[in-house]
């Protein structure tokens, strides 16, 4: 979809461009293809007419956010979901320095932490890839608790990359063995997802507001 346009245009059919759907590949594979397409306009522009200026002119794909419900984000950021110390795929909140069971930490917790970063995940997950070759899993497993960065393609990569000599295979199969939105010019996937209101507001704070505040009620 076109972000330039105004939101009752992006609900027409012609403003649509389908690109992918499938049941057995992830939607980081699917992507894979979309970011190829993105990056080839960098390269060469694409060239088209505009009809204000009547000139023609060329133009470059740009990908400004990552819209999604919040699993799908913790994925398009690389993050390894809630139920780990680095709980924010967005910020280092609760997980660089471990949590401990202090009040301080306790209030840390509700504080932003340190802004997660494309460049910083990208060699997160090259470093798991590189453990992988000690054939000593805890270490990887130690760097996902402590970062919050975890991927389904570099968990793929990590369970064939047992033995080191294979990490000179993994070049010749793969040169992106990791997210492929990471590659994106101008993109962060960690800061460019957008805050889904249905499942982390109405869902979320207030579904829960409201069940402590009814809850109690009896009919007396």
């Given at each position: 979809m076109n972000a330039n346009l105004p939101d009752q245009l992006l609900q027409q059919e012609y403003f649509v461009w389908f690109v992918s759907t499938s049941q057995n590949a992830s939607a980081l594979e699917q992507l894979?293809?979309?970011?190829?397409?993105?990056?080839?306009?960098?390269?060469?522009?694409?060239?088209?007419?505009?009809?204000?200026?009547?000139?023609?002119?060329?133009?470059?794909?740009?990908?400004?956010?990552?819209?999604?419900?919040?699993?799908?984000?913790?994925?398009?950021?690389?993050?390894?979901?809630?139920?780990?110390?680095?709980?924010?795929?967005?910020?280092?909140?609760?997980g660089e320095n471990g949590f401990c069971i202090t009040l301080d930490s306790y209030y840390e917790l509700y504080e932003a932490g340190k802004p997660h970063n494309v460049k910083e995940i990208k060699a997160c997950?090259?470093?798991?890839?590189?453990?992988?070759?000690?054939?000593?899993?805890?270490?990887?497993?130690?760097?996902?608790?402590?970062?919050?960065?975890?991927?389904?393609?570099?968990?793929?990569?990590?369970?064939?990359?047992?033995p080191s000599e294979l990490l000179d295979w993994l070049g010749s199969q793969i040169s992106q063995p990791y997210n492929p939105l990471l590659d994106i010019e101008f993109l962060d996937p960690s800061q460019d997802t957008l805050a889904e209101i249905l499942h982390m507001i109405l869902l979320g704070i207030k579904k829960y507001a409201w069940h402590d505040l009814h809850s109690s009620w009896t009919l007396a």
């Open positions: 894979q293809v979309i970011t190829n397409q993105v990056s080839t306009t960098h390269v060469k522009s694409v060239q088209t007419y505009n009809a204000i200026t009547q000139h023609s002119c060329s133009f470059q794909l740009c990908i400004p956010d990552l819209p999604a419900d919040n699993p799908q984000q913790a994925k398009e950021a690389s993050h390894i979901g809630h139920q780990r110390n680095c709980k924010c795929c967005e910020c280092m909140a609760g997950m090259l470093e798991q890839i590189h453990l992988a070759t000690f054939e000593v899993e805890s270490k990887v497993k130690a760097l996902q608790m402590k970062t919050g960065t975890k991927n389904k393609i570099v968990q793929h990569w990590i369970a064939l990359l047992i």
